[in-house]
């Protein structure tokens, strides 16, 4: 019997890599909160295939997320918490990362090329000897109290590198949302992207396997208020 079951298994993995990887697919005020599927954010058109070009404006909001579509932008208040949820688990090992970037007008017209700070990374866990990693359907993260009202861009990437040796990869999304009641604190460090990660980051060429003890998220510095 468990040889029975066993085998399933395999075949509703094999299946599940057929149909596409994880994808954040829905951004929802609140903790823990799940969305609608596309509601706040941007469609993709490569099934979440990993973005692994690093000089790719994909890196932004994914292959089809340069622009809002019927994408709607999510109202939230300055210091409020919000969840990006996925139609799976994340099941690749790497750091988690929340990005912003103020829209020159609206959100749903940002394509992105602007300045991005960073806001939250979730990175390993060594505490108990051996790696662990953030790996979940629901990603809570909190707007800072201080950076300017406004409509943003608000990013989610997963860097999956899981494969050492094999080329690193981006699944990444973008919501879009309108800050209220915010402050007067312009966010820094700010990157590009791309142009934020580069071959040479010790956290993009990391093995995870051998003798791996410390890990810096690549990306600029977390801003805090
Ligand atoms: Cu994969």
Redesign the pocket.
Known sequence: MMAFFKSIAVVALAAQSVSG?YIFQALAKGANTKGTPYQYVRHNTNMNS?VTDLSSNDLRCNAGGATGGSTSTLALNAGDTFTFSLDQAVY?QGPVSLYMSKAPSTAAAADGSGDWFKIYDWGPNFSGGQAQWTMTGTYTGTIPRCIPSGEYLLRIQSL?IHNPGATP?WYVSCGQIKVSGGGSTNPSPTVKIPGAFKASDPGYTANIYNNFRSYTVPGPAVFTC
């Open positions: 990887h990993p690749h999956a990869q």
